[in-house]
């Protein structure tokens, strides 16, 4: 059902947003500090849970699953707006260090993806079978 992912998603959003507003007061900013990340995280955590102990039933699991599967991309991009528009209105050493961002995380992809091959794995196009030892 539903409702229950909804239930579920704003009481997460909810608890997320508190903590994001304490969290602020205790740096010091008058702002929410990680609320939409905290509650995300929130989200996830619960409905890992819930479905690990066997608590939930199957028409409300699909529920929850539905408004998680909504949930994330929306708060990704309404996170990523964000910082755009900081970035534009922050300067030119906001967009710089932006784009170094983007450009390390590209490249970790390759370097964190070997992190979990081993020699039994099947090989990837373009790469010898067995592998050579180095």
Sequence with gaps: MAIYGTALL??????????????????????NVGGVGIAMLLLILT?????????????????IVFWS?????????????????AAITGGAVAVVAGVLTVVASFAMVPL?????E?????????????RDPE
């Design 10 to 31: 704003s009481i997460c959003l909810l608890s997320g947003l508190i903590a994001g507003k304490l969290l602020g007061i205790l740096v010091g900013v008058e702002a």
């Design 112 to 116: 964190i993806g070997r992190l979990g």
């Design 118 to 130: 081993s020699d039994t794995d099947p090989p990837r196009s373009g790469t010898s079978w067995p």
């Design 47 to 63: 409905c890992d849970h819930l479905q690990q102990s066997g608590r939930i039933q199957p028409p409300s699991k699909s529920g």
């Design 69 to 85: 599967a909504i949930y994330i991309p929306i708060v990704v991009a309404m996170a990523a707006s964000q910082n755009v528009l």
